[in-house]
């Protein structure tokens, strides 16, 4: 069955793809396409910089800014030139390069070079498919790849070497003469006329040209292919493999164990670690800003905790590096390894050679784990041991609070007994919170140094009996060729590397360049961004494990697919697939198949706290897509009444794709923001992101900001811009949104804008403020529209938080009146991400919480735990008072409350408790 699906899959993969990579050079989908002349001086490594027009390369360097994440330089060399009939019969004519090179622009003394990386050169993949074979694409490809290992440079002896491989495996490349004068170079012109004087069709010639052109990142489609042609001739699947596949109950492990690891974590947070080590297969659904990357780190360390190993997988680079960023950065990085870039070799290679130095090396390594664990488990005993006090001493803050106040005379005179004998030898509730707090600060640091201890004596035990077999990959990786590391990395056991570094982060379509397809290799696999992935693409990646999680968000963008219905179902029919539905590769992303094949409930997990958005920007999506199942963080007092959404209503005109009143309006809004930050350096200033959900839009706004702006001021505010298909798993300090729908737009444009994921990505990427540009009203919308329903969302009247007032709470009331002397702002009773507070303090955006405990009524229950820990994570610091406290030790209490509040909420001058 499992190879059913695979052959499947495999299939529905390779027909969605074929039509990636480069045609024609100087087709509109590519940008600032420049060919090289008169002669060849990078290829052939004559010069390691060429010479780019001042014009040309501030252009490209402001197009690669604002794309930053989704745009990419590449080199193009070795020209096919002819036509072909499409599958409309129409003509199309191509001139497509044979191989091509990621290249980047650098500045030397004012002036601008283009420089290519020799290792990054790859075949034209698409093109070389759509030739006629005298043998096969397969022989074809393996010919190509011996003569790029022969030869590092493409000069006039590698020239002479592809004539006789492209004639003995290919009909219709034919040289021309041209090729005789290389490096010289042939000119646009020149391959313009000769593609459109050609008579012949389906038949290319080989022209020496070279140019250079900005496009959408390549994702490497071929590699994913040929592992998984490799995968669906095998028989032995991994367990990850096969829970991925299973619809049956997984097997369940102990959900009750406890959590060992350095990180703060929620209820749900906890429940997906535990799931991460229970079940063979578990799903996190992370809405934006919920601490989804924050998850995945804690599900890393707790299975490094264990001395297990991890592989976490995305399907672009900017997941990847968000994922990274923090794990890099740490002692942890030092045992991680980060594929991707070009320069992740060399640093694989310094992280084997630190191994071998002796860096690690410690005689006394087993003490040294030893000793660093247990001062982290007396740590966590002592912070359960103060957990519980504090839970006993509040319970018993609550009942005496009653039995002293009681009309019952025996109740109130046992409690008056308790207070004057016993209550004094206790310790204050806010001391008991203050020390918990306290000893978690001392816990995650003791936790931390105990991780780093134990992975340090992992390498020295490994060391003992795996050296050996790390220097043969290590020979290996520092091999000149790339196809030879390539072939040999396929024949290695790849265990011992991820003994000695057990966390690995890939981008899915690079993961063959550093691992074998190797069956179990790590513990667990975790994919991030999993909405937008394929069924297909992330099977290699299954079966290099025991475990997986996938996370993503189903009302986040889903994978694009363009194969067609009718050869979907071809395949399907092929290999029995008895559900079509539940295995459609068009509709339905990796989540969504793993979401529907899970049948444990517990095996999914909603992440509920957010913390990236002020309230106005978060609310509408909220309660529009997520039910108001999200518990907002940020619901602040002064952020919940900022209005940090602002509508922008223009009257346009517009008929056409391009709505030119909101570029205009968008320019005039952009100058004052960067005016207004002028004087800020880089590091101070807002972030920018300027979205549109239709591509000629974001086409017209990018023409009038690079007319408008420097490249230095789009590097300061690191501005972006791009449809929502851009800014999937991105954020920005602020966001302009052009809707660019008016009501002489088309009908299918304002249907366009009633997709439920596009919009929601499209409003839930700011920060701090958005500003909404619409040349429509609500009332001109459809009934049903998403956007009427956006607009006319901001006409209702914004609650507004509780002011300071007398208090029907005595308790509350006497407080307060103690607090009415300091300049701060009081809330009594404030709600905030589903938790009431019973007083929160506010002065200047700083905030401090008041347990109030005891006195009958409201306030009585002492906040749990897990509320105290919430606000911490907010950065709201809680302090519990009983009423018994201030009846009894009033001064005492006076007096910490003072010393507090001077010292969180930085009040000016002495106060007077």
């Not at 981008?507 to 190797?518: A, F, M, N």
Request: proline fraction near 3%; charged fraction near 25%; glycine fraction near 4%.
């Amino acid at each position: 069955m499992i190879k059913d699906y695979l052959n499947y899959l495999y299939k529905c993969y390779q027909a969605d793809n074929n039509e990636s990579g480069m045609l024609n050079f100087f087709a509109a989908k590519y940008e600032h396409q420049s060919l090289v002349k008169p002669v060849e001086e990078l290829t052939n490594n004559q010069y390691p910089l060429q010479f780019v027009k001042d014009s040309i390369a501030k252009s490209i360097q402001q197009t690669l800014t604002l794309y930053s994440n989704d745009k990419e330089l590449w080199y193009a060399t070795l020209f096919c030139t002819g036509k072909r009939k499409d599958f409309r019969k129409r003509t199309q004519v191509l001139q497509a390069p044979l191989f091509l090179y990621k290249a980047q622009l650098v500045n030397r003394e004012d002036d601008h070079f283009i420089k290519i990386d020799h290792d990054s050169r790859c075949l034209n993949i698409a093109f070389c498919k759509t030739l006629e074979f005298r043998s096969s694409f397969d022989d074809f490809y393996i010919a190509i790849d011996q003569l790029l290992a022969q030869h590092r440079y493409i000069d006039f002896e590698f020239i002479s070497a592809l004539k006789p491989v492209l004639k003995k495996h290919v009909h219709n490349i034919a040289f021309n003469e041209d090729l005789l004068v290389f490096p010289r170079l042939k000119n646009q012109t020149f391959l313009k006329n000769y593609a459109k004087n050609t008579s012949n069709f389906d038949t290319y010639t080989l022209h020496p040209a070279a140019g250079f052109c900005v496009i959408s990142k390549v994702v490497n489609t071929n590699a994913i292919v040929r592992e998984l042609e490799q995968l669906k001739e095998n028989d032995n699947y991994s367990e990850g493999l096969k829970a991925f596949f299973s619809d049956q109950k997984q097997h369940l492990g102990a959900l009750n164990r406890s959590i060992h690891i350095p990180l703060l974590l929620n209820k749900a947070q906890e429940r997906v670690v535990k799931n991460a080590s229970s079940y063979n297969k578990s799903i996190i659904f992370g809405p934006p800003g919920t601490g989804k990357s924050y998850t995945i780190h804690a599900i890393a360390q707790d299975y490094i905790t264990q001395g297990k190993t991890v592989l976490i997988a995305t399907k672009t680079a900017q997941a990847l590096e968000v994922l990274s960023g923090k794990l890099m950065k740490s002692k942890l990085g030092n045992f991680s390894i980060k594929v991707g870039g070009n320069y992740y070799k060399r640093s694989l290679i310094a992280k084997i050679n630190r191994i071998f130095s002796g860096k690690y090396y410690d005689h006394d390594h087993l003490e040294k784990a030893r000793d660093t664990s247990n001062t982290a488990q007396l740590l966590q005993k002592e912070l359960t041991s103060v957990a519980k006090a504090f839970e006993k001493k509040t319970a018993k803050e609550i009942d005496s609070a009653e039995a002293l106040l009681s009309e019952f005379y025996f109740k109130r005179v046992s409690s008056k007994l308790h207070i004057n004998t016993l209550r004094k030898f206790e310790k204050e509730e806010w001391s008991l919170i203050t020390k918990y707090f306290n000893l978690l600060e001392q816990y995650e640091k003791a936790a931390n140094e105990a991780l780093y201890r134990k992975l340090i004596s992992s390498i020295n035990t490994y060391a003992d009996s795996e050296l050996k077999k790390l220097g043969i990959i290590r020979n290996v990786l520092q091999t000149e060729e790339k196809s030879e590391i390539n072939r040999a990395l396929q024949n290695l056991d790849a265990l011992p590397l991820t003994h000695f570094l057990p966390i690995w982060l890939v981008k899915i379509d690079e993961i063959s360049r550093c691992l074998p397809l190797q069956k179990d290799l790590f513990d667990i696999a975790i994919i991030d961004e999993a909405t937008q992935c394929d069924m297909a693409s992330c099977l290699p990646i299954f079966q290099r494990a025991k475990k997986i999680v996938v996370a993503g968000d189903t009302n986040q963008l889903r994978h694009l697919s363009f194969l067609s219905k009718t050869q979907m179902q071809q395949f399907q029919a092929q290999y029995s697939i008895g559900e079509p539905q539940a295995f459609d590769f068009r509709r339905k992303s990796l989540l969504d198949f793993c979401l529907e094949r899970t049948e444990k409930g517990s095996q999914t997990v909603l992440l509920d706290e957010h913390y990236r958005s002020l309230p106005d920007i978060i609310r509408f999506s909220n309660e529009q897509f997520y039910g108001k199942s999200l518990r907002i963080m940020t619901e602040t007092p002064s952020k919940l009444q900022k209005n940090a959404t602002e509508l922008h209503f223009l009257t346009s005109v517009s008929a056409g794709p391009v709505n030119t009143a909101e570029v205009d309006a968008i320019i005039v809004v952009l100058k004052k923001l960067i005016a207004k930050e002028k004087e800020l350096p880089k590091n101070a200033s807002s972030s920018i992101g300027v979205l549109s959900p239709f591509r000629q839009q974001t086409n017209a706004l990018s023409k009038a900001i690079k007319e408008t702006f420097e490249l230095n001021t789009l590097k300061k505010h690191q501005i972006k811009l791009g449809t929502p298909y851009h800014f999937q798993g991105e954020e920005r300090d602020i966001m302009l949104l052009s809707m660019g729908v008016s009501p002489h737009s088309h009908h299918g444009s304002i249907h366009y804008l009633n997709k439920e994921d596009v919009f929601n990505v499209a409003i839930t990427r700011a920060k701090n403020h958005q500003y909404v540009f619409h040349s429509i009203t609500a009332k001109e919308l459809p009934e049903h529209s998403l956007l009427r329903a956006y607009l006319d969302s901001f006409t209702t009247v914004k609650g507004t938080p509780k002011t300071s007032h007398t208090s029907e709470d005595v308790f509350s009331g006497l407080v307060q009146k103690f607090l009415a002397t300091y300049d701060l702002n009081i809330y009594e009773g404030y709600d905030i991400a589903g938790l009431s507070i019973d007083l929160l303090l506010e002065r200047e955006g700083k905030y401090l919480a008041v347990d109030l405990i005891g006195y009958p009524g409201s306030y009585t229950a002492a906040f749990n735990l897990e509320r105290y820990r919430i606000l911490h994570r907010m950065a709201i610091p809680v302090i519990p008072i009983s009423y018994l406290s201030w009846t009894y030790q009033e001064e005492t209490v006076k007096e910490f409350l003072n010393q507090t509040i001077l010292s969180i909420l930085k009040v000016p001058g002495n106060q007077e408790p």
